[in-house]
């Protein structure tokens, strides 16, 4: 059997390249480096690297041990990590955030019934933008968003919130007089576009580029923010599809919302990163769920 710290210094310096360097990240000696591989290697019965005064670099052997042994470390490391949490309970700071005024009870729900169970842990909430969404879960500023389905790339839990579409028009518009509308209508009205930064599956999701039929929709402008983007409407520049929870949180008098009759319901509920699963992000998860059962019934 190999001892981690013989794993440790050879997955080290198999990444590296470079005994000088491996030392410094082992706060060790470049001879308790040197010393320690070729202990390994006489374990082994093999060379692992060829080694010239300039130049380091794996022997196939060493490239296969190399690739055998590092998901075995980050899978042990990942189950210590994990009896570790267990053992101390839910502890630290967990940052959780929310996108669209709609989403705030529901992430408020889960925030109560989280600090009851994990008192211990302490949680952030603040409100999230669409241009900063994706590259919060991906910094680590947020651990858990709240927001629409589709997400692409993140791990998603239960849909929490459930409500019917509606296209968002100018007041005025000639789509005011239809108690409701079918998504075909996309094609003769230029469609708001959401920010380059959003993801593309809820792009297509949201703002599809043709109708069920497969006729082409028309782009219009895209806006920055949510807010920006319903003044788009307003102004005539085009129309948008959104939840119907719009109308109760964006009730502007120079806006209407039609029912869309043949769209199926936009779902929201937590996202996060999937490499960023940890205790604290699945007990936030379940207490979202608990708090908020009973709140997928559609809303118009």
Same mark, same amino acid.
């Given at each position: ?101 709609? &989403?705030?009870?529901?992430? %408020?729900?889960? #925030? +109560? @019934?989280?600090?009851?169970?994990? /008192? ?5 909430? !603040? ?97 920055? &923010?949510?807010?920006?983007? %319903?003044?788009? #409407? +307003? @102004?005539?520049?085009?129309?948008? /599809? ?5 109308? !109760? ?47 997928l019934a559609p809303v118009f």
């Amino acid at each position: 059997m190999l001892e981690r710290y013989e794993v440790e210094t050879f997955l080290t310096l198999a990444e590296e390249l470079h005994f000088g360097r491996t030392a410094e990240r082992m706060t060790v000696s470049t001879g308790r480096v040197s010393h320690v591989i070729k202990k390994l290697e006489r374990r082994i019965g093999a060379p692992l690297f060829a080694r010239t005064s300039r130049v380091v670099r794996l022997t196939p052997i060493g490239r296969q041990l190399a690739d055998e042994l590092a998901p075995l470390v980050a899978g042990m490391d990942e189950a210590v990590r994990r009896a570790v949490d267990a053992g101390r309970g839910v502890t630290g700071t967990l940052r959780v955030a929310f996108l669209g005024e709609w &989403t705030a009870p529901v992430l %408020l729900r889960a #925030v +109560a @019934l989280f600090s009851e169970r994990h /008192p211990d842990c302490q949680v952030e909430v !603040r409100e999230a933008q669409l241009a900063n969404t994706r590259s919060g879960l991906g910094d680590g500023s947020t651990d858990v968003l709240i927001a629409s389905f589709p997400f692409d790339g993140m791990a998603t839990g239960p849909a929490l919130l459930s409500e019917e579409r509606a296209l968002a028009v100018a007041a005025g518009h000639p789509l005011t007089r239809e108690r409701s509308v079918s998504l075909e209508v996309l094609a003769d009205h230029p469609v708001v576009q959401y920010p380059a930064v959003t993801s593309v599956e809820f792009k297509r999701d949201r703002t599809p580029e043709h109708t069920p039929a497969g006729r082409p929709v028309p782009k219009g402008p895209a806006g920055n &923010t949510f807010s920006e983007m %319903l003044s788009l #409407v +307003a @102004l005539g520049r085009g129309v948008l /599809p959104v939840g119907a929870h719009t109308r !109760r949180y964006y009730p502007r008098p120079d806006l209407a919302y039609v029912p869309i009759h043949d769209a199926p319901p936009i779902e929201r509920g937590p996202v996060w990163l999937p490499s960023n699963t940890t205790t604290r992000v699945r007990e936030f998860v379940r207490a979202a769920t608990d708090a908020n059962a009973g709140t997928l019934a559609p809303v118009f």
